[in-house]
């Protein structure tokens, strides 16, 4: 029960927050004609410290909307106090962002410069924009791509197998130049990158027989070439890094569980183990620091028995003193199959090893262009599902498609939407809830910072949420409300404290400074 003290302050922070909601009804509105949680930023400055909040809700009524809230210094007694303890501390966080297909850089080259540099500094510019910092591209083709390809599918004579290893039309003349114009922008964006395929001569159809598999599908990484193929990797990192662009991190190969992709290779953990020693050990040759994630796929294994718990299998197998074991950091997963909670599972059996969500897609299949049905459920699953369950990066797939899908590959998903869609002779983008959940958590949550929790939390109906510290010393909080009511709350780290309303349906990033 509270004591006579605790309820005086109950009843000032309720008459205080019934006079706040009648003033904000009277004096306070948005751009798009709704109340504004928070102080109206078209207001003039009290000089007081402030939250920046950013807003958007699956109606539409705040749509990436900036706002702030007062701060006062002190304690609260508030009933509904969020209060942050930055001693309890968890993953460091390396980024959210989106990935970089050809067609999404077609389709951002077909945009007026003027305006795909609009686009680009809105959305990856950590002064003047959201601050996206992580992007995902493919080594060769993946199904939007403009044919499927490797960067050798010529084989070499023996001397040099990789003789004819050069990158293609996509890298040179759309994905390259798209990322250049990106790290004009955001000089520290984080690039992972994943094969669909290793060259078709490296294929057989079992690793017993080592009998030839020819075919853009399925097929197994001959045993013979795990050499050949971890200096085809090196090659792929060396050529990007001579176009001025280094490569962060890879995975041995995109979906290794999936056999019919239009472009795939069958790699279970009894085979990328083996290969991603031989990886390790060539990258630390040749004095590279790029970081391997292993497996890159579904939380269910794709149902396949003998494949569950993938990531620790390998790690089991390969133990900890090859060559290059440091760069062997962590696992990487999609969500088209079984629970993010297969990412506690993980990190429970490997708590050394880090975790990322590499990708997830919207389309048809899911109303991937109703805000209304997807912005809860995508910031829920993708964002604080997996930075909840020890995920360092969230990424996305497609950042830009056109408004027929595409273009994309026979073979490949030909029912997916961008983050955003463009439209109207590339002049008219419309904003997808994929780009919404990256945005508003790469708008609070810097590169670096790391996830902390709470000491009091005040278990409002429908409320999720994640607490951060960035590297600048300022707090960061992404919240949720999944409700169909406004929900009031006090956030606080015992040194002061702001309230925030987190409208229906929407979600609130909040940025302060530290005292």
Not at 50 to 77: E, F, H, Q, W
Request: charged share 20%; proline share 4%; net charge negative.
């Amino acid at each position: 029960m509270p004591n006579t003290m605790e309820k005086k302050y109950m009843i000032v922070e309720i008459l205080t927050s019934v006079l706040t909601a009648l003033l904000m009804a009277c004096g306070s509105s948005s751009e798009n004609g709704g109340e504004t949680p928070g102080t109206n930023p078209d207001t003039p400055s009290t000089g007081k410290k402030v939250a920046s909040l950013l807003m958007t809700t699956a109606n539409g009524a705040y749509d990436l909307k900036n706002a702030t809230a007062d701060i006062t210094k002190g304690s609260t007694m508030a009933a509904t106090v969020l209060r942050l303890d930055a001693s309890k501390t968890y993953q460091k966080i390396d980024g959210f962002g989106f990935a970089l297909t050809y067609s999404s850089c077609y389709n951002l080259l077909k945009m007026s410069a003027a305006d795909r540099r609009t686009f680009l500094k809105k959305t990856y510019s950590t002064t003047e924009g959201y601050g996206v910092s992580y992007a995902r591209i493919s080594i060769g083709c993946n199904d939007f791509s403009s044919t499927e390809y490797t960067l050798c599918d010529t084989k070499g004579p023996d001397t040099d197998l990789l003789q004819h290893f050069v990158l293609q039309n996509d890298e040179k003349n759309y994905v390259i130049p798209v990322i250049k114009e990106i790290l004009a922008i955001n000089p520290n964006l984080k690039i992972i990158a994943s094969p669909w395929t290793c060259p078709k001569w490296m294929k057989v159809k079992d690793i017993s027989t080592k009998k030839a598999h020819n075919a853009w599908t399925d097929g197994h990484l001959n045993p013979d070439y795990y050499e050949t193929y971890a200096d085809y990797f090196v090659r792929f990192i060396q050529a990007m890094q001579a176009e001025g662009i280094s490569i962060y991190a890879i995975t041995p190969q995109n979906e290794p569980l999936n056999k019919g992709n239009c472009a795939s290779l069958y790699m279970p953990w009894q085979e990328e183990a083996p290969f991603v020693k031989a990886l390790a050990a060539d990258f630390e040759k040749n004095h590279l620091k790029t970081k391997i994630y292993v497996f890159d796929h579904n939380y269910n294994y794709d149902g396949i028995s003998d494949q569950q718990d993938y990531p620790v299998k390998v790690y089991n197998t390969l133990g900890s003193s090859f060559d290059g074991s440091e760069l062997v950091v962590g696992a990487a997963y999609h969500d088209y199959g079984g629970s993010n909670t297969e990412l506690d599972d993980i990190h429970q059996q490997a708590p050394t090893k880090d975790l990322i969500f590499s990708e997830s897609s919207i389309g048809t299949w899911n109303d991937g262009r109703n805000l209304s049905k997807r912005l809860v459920a995508d910031m829920k699953s993708i964002v604080l599902g997996t930075v909840n369950r020890h995920c360092k990066a969230v990424l996305v797939w497609n950042l830009m498609l056109d408004d027929r899908l595409g273009p994309n590959l026979d073979g490949g998903c030909q029912t997916c939407y961008g983050a955003v869609d463009i439209s109207n002779n590339y002049t008219h983008i419309s904003r997808n809830s994929h780009y919404y959940v990256i945005t508003q958590s790469a708008a609070a949550v810097e590169t670096g910072a790391q996830r902390i929790g709470t000491s009091r939390d005040p278990k409002l109906p429908g409320i999720s949420h994640a607490e951060f510290l960035n590297p600048d010393g300022s707090y960061a909080l992404l919240l949720l409300n999944e409700s169909s009511e406004n929900q009031t709350m006090t956030v606080s780290d015992g040194n002061q404290y702001f309230k925030v309303t987190v409208p229906a349906s929407g979600v609130v990033s909040c940025k302060w400074d530290r005292l």
